[in-house]
């Protein structure tokens, strides 16, 4: 077995690969002068199983996996295990209104003609682990909330696990369980991309270490307008965990408003203080 990185997953990819026992495969990733990606295999794959890691959290890291996914097929991989820790464009995993692309549908078509299997961390339309079949392609999603719980537990004097939506509402319950604290959950309007509103609710929070848990962090807005009510309604301290922090709007915002952050390496990030290695090589072995 050959365990390869592109180049958002390097890092997870070579914890994954130590843990595996397997080589390491190295890709040489450079750019064309008009910005095209261009990559070339530097590892024998012929008759190999392939692990390739890839987030795909931009546009460029999915052409990326794409070529990648295609190159190992016409090098003769036996079997590639595809891990995309971070899926991106799984918010539009329906045509919300008419006429709009089915982002998440066509992206996983996409990557499941040239993958045997796809492996996903807290994938957006997906509330629990498992394996599920999404418009015909089959999905093996890990829960990597129980290791964002584990981080938490025992650092709190008196936590209380908020859920700032009902989205994630079932990981957030199992989380309260693992910290061994009491769970709450807001509810949220949103208005527009960067716009939310928190439902007014009285919260059992004055004088608590609040710990405000969600999949994804991506443009901040759902976590800071959480954060404010909370805050409110007279919490001690304000913790953020996430899944995926995608911070789209840069970290910059979250100062003083949380007085923790943290996410897991799905996206490497400077807060990713939680690795998803040991789940993701536990899962493929
Ligand atoms: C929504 O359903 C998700 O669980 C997150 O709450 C949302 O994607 C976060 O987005 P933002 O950071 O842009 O508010």
């Not at 498992?130 to 964002?148: M, Q, W």
């Amino acid at each position: 077995m050959i365990t390869l990185g592109g180049s958002t997953s390097k890092r997870l990819a070579e914890s994954v690969s130590k843990k595996l026992g397997s080589e390491l495969g190295s890709i040489d990733y450079r750019r064309f002068p008009d910005g095209e990606i261009y990559l070339r295999l530097l590892s024998d794959v012929n008759h190999r199983d392939c692990v390739l890691i890839e987030t795909t959290d931009s546009n460029d890291a999915l052409i990326e996996l794409l070529l990648l996914l295609d190159l190992l097929r016409d090098l003769n991989a036996r079997k590639i295990y595809t891990v995309v820790p971070y899926l991106g464009y799984s918010r539009q995993d329906r045509r919300f209104m008419e006429g709009e692309a089915f982002s998440a549908r066509t992206i996983l078509k996409l990557i499941d003609q040239f993958s045997d299997s796809i492996l996903t961390v807290n994938c957006h339309f997906l509330d629990s682990e498992g394996e599920f079949s999404f418009e015909g392609v089959k999905i093996r999603n890990l829960d990597a909330f129980p290791l964002v719980a584990e981080y938490f537990k025992n650092k709190l004097k008196k936590p209380v696990l908020i859920s700032p939506d009902e989205g994630a509402l079932e990981y957030a319950k199992r989380a309260s369980e693992i910290i061994n604290c009491e769970f709450d959950y807001l509810e949220k309007t949103r208005i527009s991309d960067q716009e939310v509103k928190i439902n007014t609710k009285k919260l059992d929070v004055s004088g608590k270490d609040v710990i405000i848990l969600d999949d994804m962090i991506s443009t901040g807005t759902t976590i800071i307008e959480a954060a404010k009510f909370i805050k409110a309604q007279g919490a001690r301290s304000i913790h953020a965990g996430c899944i995926h922090g995608v911070f789209s709007m840069g970290l910059q915002q979250f100062s003083g408003v949380l007085d923790d952050l943290v996410c897991t390496d799905t996206i490497p990030t400077e807060v990713s203080k939680i690795t998803v290695a040991d789940l993701i090589s536990k899962a493929i072995l």
